[in-house]
């Protein structure tokens, strides 16, 4: 009976599944996922592992994209220009030397002026054989008046027997000597004033002491420092009824501009846009000939996914991508294409749906985690 019980359970082992003890698993069980640990690094399906405390090291903060509807925009080329009402130039009119017109010299550029204020004086420049000529001028009119003048005196003497038209020939011509006189004493002693025709700041000042100039050339320039004038340069055919305002990009923030209006002659095969800004300091935002580019903005609308302008990366092949935070320690790359907005924020046209959230701060950080 023993002998039977031993083989009985040696049967009953054989016919028992054999299982594999801990640590030798041989099946199809789901493998555990790697421990990352608290490095930030980039997985080989491009995606990277961001702890929160390098988030919060790298200053990484994300948005949530919804879609809108965004007016349609088209980015133009253009340049600051002067406001033709608020601003004005200050030329010379004759050729001479320049002079300061205060104890305090000639005014620099991004001095305040006021409307009528001499900012030089223009010491008019004549070659040697005019000012003879002038100087001579000059004597033979002297002697023509003494001569009046005597002959003036005699007929005064004599009133009651000369007749009164005399008398009255005689002073008119030495008030008429007298005013050539002085128009040919000015011509070579005088100087021409340059006054400020605006008040505003100085935007460019040309001027020199000793300097000379000549005739109609540039010697300052004025602009309201609350204006700010830009010109755009349309080369596609534009339905001017469309546009609606426009923006630029200046320091991180979109400064709106209104539309004026546009010019009937083409210019170099384009057509010239004008828009303006009335704000305080507007007009020392930017300098005169600054190029800009200018987001329009058309009335009709599609839409669109708005993402800031600072969100967009390159990948390694040079492709723009954004970062999406698919949890709270993984960011996705995500190639995206855009249009043009405002110049701060552009529109995501593919690669994005609503509700991702995507990097505004830090994405070239994690763009540089390897």
């Known amino acids: 009976m023993k002998r039977l019980s031993l083989l009985m359970a040696a049967a009953l082992l054989v016919a028992q599944p054999l299982l594999a003890h801990e640590g030798h698993e041989h099946g199809d069980e789901k493998k555990a996922m790697p421990n990352l ?85 223009v010491v008019p420049a004549a070659g040697q054989i005019e000012r003879s000529n002038q100087s001579a001028l000059l004597a033979e009119l002297k002697a023509s008046r003494q001569l009046a003048e005597k002959r003036l005196h005699r007929l005064n003497e004599l009133a009651d027997t000369v007749p009164r038209k005399e008398i009255e020939a005689a002073e008119s011509e030495i008030l008429s000597l007298n005013g050539r006189i002085a128009a040919v004493g000015s011509g070579l002693s005088g100087r021409e004033a340059l006054v400020a025709p605006v008040a505003g700041i100085i935007a460019a000042s040309n001027a020199v002491v000793g300097q000379v100039v000549e005739s109609k050339e540039l010697v300052f320039e004025i602009v309201d420092p609350d204006s700010l004038h830009i010109e755009a340069l349309a080369y596609e055919p534009l339905e001017l009824g469309e546009v609606a305002s426009a923006s630029i990009a200046l320091g991180g923030r979109a400064v709106p501009l209104s539309f004026i209006g546009a ?108």
């Open 37 to 121: 640990g608290d490095t930030p690094q980039r997985l080989p399906d491009g995606v990277v592992f961001l702890p929160k405390p390098a988030q919060r090291q790298m200053g990484v903060l994300t948005l949530k994209v919804v879609e809108q509807d965004l007016p349609r925009s088209i980015e133009l080329p253009g340049k600051v220009i002067m406001d033709p009402h608020l601003g004005g130039r200050v030329q010379a009119m004759i050729t001479g030397r320049i002079e300061p017109a205060g104890e305090h010299g000639l005014p620099s550029a991004g001095s305040r002026v006021k409307k009528g204020d001499v900012l030089a004086w």
């Open 263 to 370: 010019s009937r002659r083409l210019r170099e095969q384009a057509l010239p846009l004008l828009f303006e800004n009335h704000a305080v300091g507007a007009g020392l935002a930017l300098p005169l000939g600054q190029p800009v580019k200018i987001q329009v903005l058309l009335r009709s609308t599609v839409k669109g996914l708005p993402i800031p302008q600072k969100a967009l990366v390159r990948s390694p092949a040079n492709e723009l991508m954004v970062w999406v935070k698919e949890s709270p320690e993984r960011f996705v790359p995500r190639p995206v294409r855009t249009q043009p907005f405002d110049g701060v924020q552009v529109m995501a046209a593919d690669g994005l749906k609503p509700g991702d959230r995507v990097v505004v701060d830090g994405a070239g950080l994690i763009n540089q985690i390897r």
